[in-house]
C-alpha cells in the first residue's frame, strides 16, 4: 500500500542543510494501522507531510498502491492526494461556521459531487462515526471528541486508502482519546482503510498493529505488535 524508500529531507540553505530525515524506508501493507513514534523534532510531521505529498522529499521515493509518486508535478500531487488520502489533525481543523455535515462533505465539494448526494453521504458517515444527531451542528457546539469525529467522518468521505493522522487524540482528555482510538481501530477494520499514525505517546502506538520509532530523522525500530490474545 505505502512504500517509502531511501527517503531524505533537509531544511537550511543548500550550503548549509540541516538533515530531518536520513534515508529512511520501509513499507506498510494495506489494513494496517501503523504508528509513527519519536520524541518532538525526530522528523514524524516531515515524514507525515511528505508522505501526504505535502512536502517533497530531497531524495528516495514513495510509492502509493505501487505508482512512485512524482512530486515534481503539483497537479499530479493534488490528484493523488484528492483519491487517494485523508487527512486527520491534532488541531481538528474544521470549518467553524459550517454545520458538521458541510465540513464532512467538503471533499466530495471539490469532486464536483451535487449537494443532495453530498448531503446524504455525508450524514451515512456521521452516522458511522457515531454522530447522526449532531449533522446540524457547527464545530463550537461539540466536544473535543465529537469534533475528532466530525474530522474522521471528513478524512473518510472520499474513501482514501490511507489515512494520515497527525497526534490525533493530542488535543483530548484521556477518557476521549481512548474513544477516538477505539473508532480509529473500528474504522480500520470495518472499511479495510490503512491507517499511518503520528504520535508520541507509547500507550497509544501500542495498540497499533506496528510501531515505526524514529529518532533525530532516523528509523531507530520498528516492531509489529503481538496478535491480541485468543481467548481460549
Ligand atoms: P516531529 O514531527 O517529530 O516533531 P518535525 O518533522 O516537525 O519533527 O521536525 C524535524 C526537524 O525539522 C525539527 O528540527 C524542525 O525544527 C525541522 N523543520 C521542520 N520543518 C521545517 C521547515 N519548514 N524549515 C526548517 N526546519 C524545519
Ligand atoms: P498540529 O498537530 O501542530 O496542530 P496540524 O496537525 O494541524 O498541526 O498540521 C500539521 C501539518 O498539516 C502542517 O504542516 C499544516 O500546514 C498542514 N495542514 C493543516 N491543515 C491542513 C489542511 N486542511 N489541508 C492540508 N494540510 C494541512
Not at 24 to 51: D, H, Q
Not at 204 to 227: K, M, N, T
Request: glycine share 8%; with cysteine; charged share 20%.
Amino acid at each position: 500500500m505505502l512504500e517509502v524508500t531511501n527517503v531524505g529531507k533537509a531544511y537550511g540553505p543548500p550550503t548549509q542543510p540541516i538533515p530531518v530525515l536520513k534515508d529512511v524506508s520501509f513499507s506498510i501493507p494495506r489494513g494496517a494501522f501503523c504508528a509513527v513514534l519519536g520524541p518532538s523534532g525526530s522528523g514524524k510531521s516531515t515524514l507525515l507531510n511528505i508522505v501526504g505529498l505535502l512536502d517533497k522529499p530531497d531524495s528516495g521515493q514513495v510509492m502509493l498502491d505501487g505508482v512512485a509518486v512524482d512530486y515534481g508535478s503539483a497537479y499530479e500531487a493534488a490528484r493523488l492526494r484528492n483519491a487517494m488520502l485523508g487527512f486527520v489533525f491534532q488541531s481538528f481543523q474544521l470549518l467553524p461556521r459550517l454545520p458538521a455535515w458541510q465540513n464532512v462533505a467538503l471533499p466530495l465539494l471539490y469532486r464536483g459531487i451535487p449537494r443532495e448526494q453530498r448531503k446524504a453521504a455525508a450524514l451515512a458517515m456521521l452516522e458511522r462515526v457515531g454522530l447522526a444527531d449532531r449533522s446540524h451542528h457547527r464545530p463550537t457546539e461539540l466536544s473535543g471528541g465529537q469534533r475528532q469525529r466530525v474530522a474522521l467522518a471528513r478524512a473518510l468521505i472520499g474513501e482514501p486508502s490511507l489515512i494520515l493522522a497527525d497526534e490525533p487524540t493530542g488535543s483530548l482528555d484521556s477518557i476521549t482519546a481512548v474513544e477516538v482510538m477505539a473508532l480509529l481501530r473500528h474504522l480500520n477494520r470495518s472499511l479495510d482503510v490503512t491507517i499511518l499514525m503520528v504520535t508520541h505517546d507509547r500507550d497509544l502506538a501500542a495498540q497499533c498493529d506496528r510501531q515505526i520509532e524514529f529518532l533525530d530523522g532516523r528509523i531507530i525500530s520498528d516492531s509489529v505488535s503481538p496478535a491480541a490474545p485468543r481467548p481460549v
